[in-house]
């Protein structure tokens, strides 16, 4: 069974998403998750190997906090490449959320029909 548009956007904006929570504040991976949850329906599960790839790309780091009601708590932050990869993800996002609304409203205008275009091929 083919996957909705809705999955595919959520997985294409899961790291932007992430980015700018971070950027708000340093965060553990269970309250991110459950944050995204709220928002956008997004699974748990899908947030732990979310973090370890933006660690190894270089967009977070980690650091331990002490917990008085359980084990220690691995918090994340942004280095200066999550900052700047959160600056063109923004970008990137916001053109591509206006030419999708630059269809959907209509003010784009029609492409041609593929047959006039292979008509006035044959005419040359």
Known sequence: ???TIEIQ?????L???VLALLNRHDSYAYE???TLSDAIDMGEGTIYPLMRRMQSDGQVETYMVESASG???KYYRLTDGGRAALEAQTAEWR???RAVESV??????AAA???KHADKGAEL
């Open 113 to 115: 029909p593929a047959a």
């Open 104 to 109: 959907l409203d209509g003010a784009l205008p």
């Open 95 to 97: 053109a591509f959320a």
């Open 32 to 34: 991110i998750a459950a």
């Open 1 to 3: 069974m083919p996957e």
């Open 71 to 73: 084990p220690s708590r």
């Open 15 to 17: 790291t932007l998403c």
């Open 9 to 13: 956007l959520k997985k294409g904006v």
